[in-house]
């Protein structure tokens, strides 16, 4: 079936650092892939999302292109701040499809 | 409302006791899952209701756990006779249709502990 592999983490990072989180996928056709974000106490929010292959989704500066040869949707961001402090998603959905797959889940801390 | 919400945001039960959960969906999102999250796992689907249609109930984990939405607005989230692997973080999620492209909105979510 359907699935996401993310990198483990925690991650920990000084503020301006690069934060790269990966996230690789197995499915069936061409799904869309998403990045969910879970700021501390709060609910996940979508960060963002590519819904075919070279499309690049972008948020609060935070960048995922959708690569289909390497299967990959990583998450960038070039200068990272306190406030991104939080847990990363990555998800993906078979087209049209309701379910999301989810990753595991990555802890970023950022430090000041 | 402005969000998802859900109550309670915290329970402790004893095993063996029945626990119900509440979503309270963004109004008007005809669309409502509900997803578990155990600890150091990812989200796992559980349930989907969409409009009037039959819920898609193939995520849950054992008969013990049942859902209903009532009024097409208000679900719970039912587990009778629960059990400690039941302890884990039970999310509820709207969207304004279906289709996961329309993205979702998540509730803060029910801690669930069973003692």
């Known amino acids: 079936g359907d699935s996401v592999t993310q990198m483990e983490g925690p991650v920990t990072l000084s503020e301006e650092a690069f934060l790269t989180i990966n996230c690789t996928y197995t499915a069936t056709g061409y799904p869309s892939l998403f990045w969910y974000v879970q700021y501390p106490g709060e609910g996940l929010q979508l960060l963002l999302k590519a819904t075919k292959a070279d499309d690049k989704g972008s948020n609060k500066g935070f960048e995922a292109t959708y690569r289909k040869e390497t299967t990959s949707f990583h998450l960038e961001k070039g200068s990272v701040q306190v406030s991104d402090s939080a847990v990363y998603f990555c998800?993906?959905?078979?087209?049209?499809?309701?379910?999301?797959?989810f990753g595991a889940g990555t802890t970023v801390t950022v430090r000041a | 409302g402005a969000g998802v919400s859900q109550s309670p945001s915290n329970k402790v039960t004893e095993k063996g006791k029945d626990v119900e959960l509440r979503c309270d969906p963004i109004?008007?999102?005809?669309?409502l899952y509900w997803y578990r999250q155990s600890l150091g796992q990812g989200l796992e689907f559980l349930i989907y209701?969409?409009?009037?249609?039959?819920?898609?109930k193939s995520g849950l984990p054992s008969d013990r756990f049942s859902a209903e939405r009532t009024g097409g607005s208000v679900s719970t989230l039912t587990i009778q006779r629960t059990q400690q692997e039941d302890s884990a973080v039970y999310l509820c999620?709207?969207?304004?249709?279906?289709?996961?492209?329309?993205?979702?909105?998540f509730g803060s979510g029910t801690r669930l502990t069973v003692v």
């Open positions: 209701f969409q409009g009037n249609s039959a819920p898609d």
């Open positions: 109004s008007g999102h005809t669309a």
């Open positions: 999620a709207s969207s304004p249709g279906q289709g996961s492209n329309y993205g979702y909105t």
């Open positions: 998800a993906l959905s078979a087209l049209n499809d309701y379910k999301l797959s």
